[in-house]
């Protein structure tokens, strides 16, 4: 046999080390992720529900996978600039997009014309929670009760005013629904965010709003703001005393919005997959959810397919709602 050629033993060999080798490094870079941090892009103002509980979420996701969270704020156009520059990242896990319902179920379809869709270019990763919502007044304004408010509305129309964070906001779709359906002439104030929307009641500019309690849980806790009542079925054990809408003669209006994680469509399912079990890990912390409940979020945790469903279900449901409103963003 020549000293050149192999015996089949050793090429054998060869074959199977090198394909050992092959595959380890597969399953090592697949492992190895993250190995740099990873920014989160919300395309809503800092101190938002949305960005106060990704915060929260995010810290415990970080220590769990080795590498911090980046949070980026792109407020603005109704979260249509801060959404796309998620639809046009690379798909590699390392931008990502922290997003309400509103971006991706109720803007579609108040505007002409769309830079991303919200269907087929990101991929879900996991629903976070819910945010729960109520509405406030200033803490040391005329309105004790929503009876208040809602007698006083009635006795001038017109002149009472409500504040959103912009034209087809949730504050402004959570305040439609209640004034139609409470029969209210109330004028709508829009503000550049959420956050400025709370302010606005605290300081007197308007006399109220429906607002995610997550956004308004540090203006409630220093008495700047009352709440009158909670859209959710039951009362909640942070605000034990405030009635829901239904105990204050709203019977069976609810309302809530939620937080979801997306990442750009084509990003990697291991990588999803990833993403998804470190979100539900980061839920079922105590202290994680314990912070979340404390904000006004109920956290949840679905698989990427069940959060896809649950969005298309949603996007048509806001579709019918906003078209037969005539409502429209900014």
Request: some cysteine.
């Amino acid at each position: 046999m020549s000293l050149t050629q192999p015996n089949n033993k050793r090429l054998s060999r060869h074959i199977f080390l090198s394909l050992l080798l092959c595959v380890s490094s597969v399953c090592s870079a697949q492992t190895a992720y993250p190995q740099k941090p990873i920014k989160m892009i919300i395309p809503l103002a800092a101190g938002s529900a949305v960005d106060n509980a990704a915060r929260v979420l995010t810290i415990k996701m970080g220590e769990n996978m080795g590498q911090a969270f980046v949070i980026e704020n792109i407020a603005g156009s109704s979260g249509l600039i801060g959404a796309e520059r998620v639809a046009r990242a690379t798909p590699d896990g390392y931008t990502l997009g922290g997003y309400n319902d509103s971006i991706l179920t109720m803007v579609p379809h108040m505007m002409a014309k769309m830079p991303w869709n919200a269907l087929t270019d990101f991929e879900p990763i996991s629903l976070v929670g819910t945010i729960e919502w109520g509405m406030v007044v200033k803490a040391d304004g005329p309105y004790k009760t929503l009876s208040d408010f809602i007698n006083a509305a009635k006795a001038n129309p017109g002149k009472l005013n409500y504040s959103s964070g912009g034209n087809g906001s949730p504050q402004h779709i959570g305040m439609a629904l209640l004034t139609n359906r409470a029969n209210l002439d109330i004028s709508h104030v829009p503000y550049k965010g959420a956050t400025p929307a709370a302010v606005a009641v605290a300081a007197g500019e308007v006399d109220a709003a429906m607002q995610g309690l997550g956004t308004v849980t540090a203006l409630l806790q220093a008495g700047k703001l009352r709440l009158l009542a909670v859209s959710t079925n039951a009362r909640l054990p942070q605000y034990p005393s405030v009635p829901t809408f239904s105990e204050a003669g709203m019977k069976d209006f609810t309302f809530n919005s939620w937080f979801a994680m997306v990442a750009p469509a084509g990003t990697p399912k291991p990588i999803i997959d990833r993403l998804n079990d470190e979100v539900r890990k980061a839920l079922n912390d105590p202290s994680t959810k314990e912070k979340l409940q404390a904000i006004g979020v109920t956290p949840r945790g679905t698989t990427p397919t069940e959060f896809g469903v649950a969005t298309r279900n949603q996007y048509e449901l806001y579709r019918k709602l906003i078209q037969d409103k005539g409502i429209r963003a900014d």
